[in-house]
Structure formats: C-alpha cells, structure tokens
C-alpha cells in the first residue's frame, strides 16, 4: 500500500505522461492532491506555442473557445483511457470527471470523484 505522497506522486506522473503522449509535450509542473474521495490534478505550462498564438487571436475570446474546445474534447475521448490509468494506481473507480484549461496562466485541471475514500498508508 503506498502512502498518499506516493498516490499523489504516481498520479501526477501518469497525468504528466498522457500530456507528452497526447499534445508532445510535458507540462512545467504536475501536482495531484487526493482529498478523501476527491483527487485533483493541476498541471500548469501545458499550452504549445501554437495554442498561446491561438489564444491570442482577435477577438481574444473565439482564440479562448476554440482551444478549451479541443482540449475538452481530447480529455473528454480520453478519459476512459485515463481513469484506467489512474484506478490502477489509486485501486478505487472513478465515478465522475471534470476538467478546464485557463489560456491565460497556462494551467489544466482535471478533478475526479472517487467510489470510495481512497485507503493509504500513514506518511
């Protein structure tokens, strides 16, 4: 049984691997913060070049639309492939997912509510 430090650590890791597999990059930072039956996920300098040109565009908020569009539609056809990944780690299902990208700090959060409390060993 891993510690949470440990949980936190690995689900960070497998976020940070699913963005370099899935946008070719990895993000700045990757943090993962398991809170009962809540885990978050905050991974922050994920946007590409192409995406921060894109975010810039006029009228600013279409540039906004359209990326939080194809990110949310890349994490949402993902998302059975990243619960696996993170249920294995964690040992609980995953019952709910959410997720949002800021254009302007650059930073994707995934939030996941757990089936259970997630047991783990004391630090």
Excluded: C, W
């Excluded at 993962?32 to 590409?48: C, F, Q, W």
């Excluded at 780690?89 to 996941?112: M, P, W």
Aim: charge should be neutral.
């Amino acid at each position: 049984m891993l510690t949470q430090d440990e949980m936190e650590a690995a689900v960070a890791g497998i976020m940070a691997r699913f963005m370099r597999d899935q946008i070719g990059r990895d993000p700045r930072d990757a943090r993962a913060y398991l809170r009962g039956d809540l885990l978050l996920v905050r991974l922050a300098g994920v946007l590409t070049a192409a995406e921060q040109q894109l975010a810039k565009t006029q009228p600013r908020e279409r540039g906004r639309d359209l990326l939080k569009m194809v990110r949310t539609h890349l994490a949402e056809h993902s998302r059975a492939e990243i619960e696996t990944l993170l249920a294995e780690v964690l040992g609980v299902k995953i019952n709910t997912f959410h997720h949002d990208i800021s254009t302007v700090t650059g930073e994707e959060i995934f939030a996941f509510g757990l089936a259970a409390q997630q047991p783990y060993r004391a630090q």
